[in-house]
C-alpha cells in the first residue's frame, strides 16, 4: 500500500559555515494494507522527520513515497483533501496539537468538515460515535484543551486522526510523556482501534518495549538509515543486528 | 478573562479612563454646557465661572466645552488610523508568514525600510505634501505606523505557525485560508489587542504633535493638539491654557497604555499558569 523508496533528506545547517545535515539516508520499505508496523530508533534516527516526509508535512531531498504501487503523495500533486483523507498523523504532544480556543466537538469536528461531505447531523452523530470509541465522556465536547486531562487530550487528537476514515494511521511517539497506566490504556485502544477498522498503522517510538507490544513489524533505524526490518511475534528474538539488540538490551527487565 | 481584568487594579484604572473619556466622546453634545466654536470677543480669557466651568479663551471660546468635544475629534481620527493600521498589520502580517519565502522577504525588507524612517518625519513630509485635514492625517499617520504594525503581527504569526496545533490542522485539512482566519488570527488576537491598545495613545499623540506643529485639522476645531498650541502663545500669561488639554492628552494616553499593558501582564502570567 505504501511504499517509501529511496529517501534522502539533507537539512541545510547555519552557523560554522554552511554544511548539510543528513537526518535519512536511502531509506526504502514497503508497507502492507492492514500491518501494524513500528519504526523504533533513539532521538535523532530521523524516524520523526520520515513520519512528516510521508504525512507530506516537509518535502524530501531526493527519493518518492508512493502509494498503491504507482501514485505520488505529493500534496502540491494530488491536493491536501486526498492526502489527509488516506494518511493522518497523530503528534507527540497532544496539548500543544490542539488549538486553545477549539472547544473538543471542534476540533473532532474539523477534519469532518474539511474533508468529508458530511451535513450538520451526521457530523454530530459522528463525532458522538468518536467520542463513545475513545471511552471519552459527551460532558467534554464542549471543554477546551486545557480542561482536559493529558489522557483525554490524546484520546481527542487521535478521535481527530480517526474523524478523516484515513487507510494510514501514523503515531509519532504518540504515548511519550504519559504514566505507565495511561500508556498501557492507550496502547490497547491502538490495539482495538487496529483490529476493529482494519487500517495499516505506523507507529514511531524510541522504546523497544512498546514497539515488541504492538506491532508484527518491526523496522530498526540508527542515523537516517533503516538498519532492519523483521517481522516479530512479540519478543525481542526476532531482532539479529546488534544495535536492535542494544536497543531491547536497555528495555527495562520485566519482574518475574 | 474578564474576571481576570476586573481583579487587576492597573487593568481596572486603565479600563474607567478609557470607558469615561469614550462616553465622554460620545456624549459631548449632551455634557458640554456651550458650543465650542461659538466666539465671544467679550469673553477674552474671562475667569472661570458657572457658564463657563475653565474660563474662556482667547477668542472667548467655552475651554471646557472644548475639552469635553476635543475626546470626540481625538477619538474619531485615532480610532479609523487604528482600525486601518490593524486591517493593513493583519493582512500583510499573515500574508508574509504563510505566503511563501520570497513574498516574507520581500515584506521584510519594505517593512524594515519604513521603519527606518522617524513617523514623525514622515508624517510631516506626507502632510506638507498632501495639505492638511482629517483624511490627509490619517493617510499620513498611517504610512508612517503600518509597518510596525504588520512587523508585530508578522512576529506573533511566526511563533504560533511553528506550534503543533497549526500542523494538526494542516492534516486536519485546513487550506491556508482556514488556517489563518480559524487558527491563526484568533491565537494572535489577544496579543494584537494589546498593541491596539497602545497603538491609539501613540496615535493621539500623533495626531497632538501635527495639531502643536499647525499641520492638524482645520483651524478652529477643539481637538486637544490644537489647543495645545493655541495656548502655547499665551503660556506666561495664562499657563492653565496650556494644562487642560495637556492633561487630557496624558491621561487619556495613560489610560490606554495601562489597560493594553495590563491586559498583556494578564494574557502572559495566564500561559505561564496554564
Known amino acids: 500500500m505504501l511504499s517509501i523508496q529511496n529517501i534522502t533528506k539533507t537539512f541545510s545547517v547555519r552557523g560554522g559555515g554552511a554544511k548539510n545535515m543528513t537526518a535519512l539516508n536511502g531509506v526504502s520499505f514497503d508497507i502492507a494494507k492492514g500491518e501494524f508496523c513500528a519504526i523504533v530508533g533513539e532521538s535523532g534516527s530521523g524516524k520523526s522527520t520520515l513520519s512528516r516526509i510521508i504525512a507530506g508535512l516537509i518535502p524530501q531531498t531526493s527519493g518518492s513515497v508512493l502509494w498503491n504501487g504507482n501514485e505520488s503523495l505529493d500534496p502540491k500533486v494530488i491536493g491536501l483533501k486526498k492526502l489527509y483523507k488516506r494518511i493522518q498523523l497523530v503528534l507527540q504532544d497532544a496539548k500543544s496539537s490542539l488549538d486553545p480556543h477549539f472547544t473538543v466537538y471542534k476540533s473532532i469536528a474539523e477534519p469532518l468538515r474539511n474533508l468529508s461531505e458530511v451535513s450538520k447531523k451526521d457530523e454530530k452523530k459522528r463525532v458522538l460515535e468518536l467520542l463513545r470509541q475513545m471511552d471519552l465522556p459527551e460532558e467534554i465536547l464542549k471543554r477546551k484543551p486545557h480542561e482536559l486531562s493529558g489522557g483525554q487530550q490524546k484520546r481527542v487528537c487521535i478521535a481527530r486522526a480517526l474523524a478523516a476514515d484515513p487507510e494510514l494511521l501514523i503515531f509519532d511517539e504518540a504515548i511519550s510523556g504519559l504514566d505507565v497506566i495511561l500508556r498501557k490504556s492507550i496502547l490497547d485502544l491502538l490495539k482495538q482501534i487496529h483490529r476493529t477498522r482494519g487500517c495499516t498503522m505506523l507507529f514511531i517510538t524510541h522504546d523497544m518495549d512498546v514497539a515488541l507490544y504492538m506491532a508484527s513489524r518491526i523496522i530498526v533505524m540508527k542515523d537516517g538509515e533503516v538498519v532492519e526490518d523483521t517481522l516479530c511475534g512479540g519478543d525481542a528474538s526476532c531482532l539479529s543486528h546488534p544495535y536492535s539488540k542494544l536497543l531491547a538490551a536497555a528495555m527495562l527487565p520485566k519482574n518475574e | 478573562m474578564a474576571i481576570r481584568i476586573l481583579k487587576n487594579p492597573q487593568a481596572v484604572i486603565g479600563l474607567v479612563i478609557t470607558l469615561f473619556v469614550l462616553s465622554v466622546a460620545v456624549f459631548a453634545p449632551i455634557l458640554a454646557p456651550n458650543d465650542p466654536e461659538q466666539v465671544n470677543i467679550m469673553l477674552k480669557f474671562g475667569s472661570p465661572s458657572e457658564q463657563y466651568p475653565f474660563g474662556n479663551d482667547a477668542l472667548g471660546r467655552c475651554i471646557f466645552s472644548r475639552l469635553i468635544y476635543g475626546a470626540r475629534y481625538s477619538m474619531a481620527v485615532s480610532l479609523p488610523i ?47 505634501m498632501l495639505g492638511s485635514g482629517f483624511v490627509n492625517i490619517v493617510i499620513a499617520i498611517v504610512i508612517g505606523m503600518w509597518a510596525w504594525f504588520t512587523k508585530m503581527v508578522r512576529a506573533y504569526s511566526q511563533v504560533e505557525m511553528g506550534k503543533d496545533y497549526i500542523l494538526a490542522a494542516r ?91 495590563a491586559v498583556r501582564d494578564i494574557l502572559m502570567s495566564g500561559e505561564d499558569a496554564l
Open chain 2, 82 to 128: 487604528l482600525i486601518i493600521l490593524s486591517a493593513i498589520g493583519l493582512f500583510l502580517g499573515t500574508l508574509s508568514v504563510c505566503g511563501g519565502k520570497r513574498i516574507n522577504a520581500i515584506l521584510d525588507y519594505i517593512c524594515n525600510t519604513f521603519i527606518a524612517l522617524p513617523q514623525l518625519m514622515v508624517g510631516i513630509a506626507l502632510i506638507g
Open chain 2, 171 to 261: 492534516i486536519s485539512g485546513c487550506g491556508k485560508m482556514k488556517l489563518v482566519f480559524k487558527h491563526l488570527i484568533p491565537n494572535i488576537l489577544p496579543q494584537f489587542l494589546v498593541f491596539f491598545s497602545t497603538g491609539i495613545a501613540t496615535s493621539i499623540l500623533m495626531v497632538s504633535i501635527f495639531a502643536f506643529l499647525g499641520l492638524g485639522l482645520p483651524a478652529g476645531t477643539p481637538e486637544w493638539g490644537a489647543m495645545l498650541k493655541d495656548a502655547s502663545t499665551h503660556i506666561y500669561n495664562h499657563p492653565e491654557m496650556l494644562v487642560y488639554p495637556g492633561v487630557c492628552i496624558l491621561v487619556t494616553s495613560a489610560g490606554f497604555v495601562l489597560f493594553g499593558e
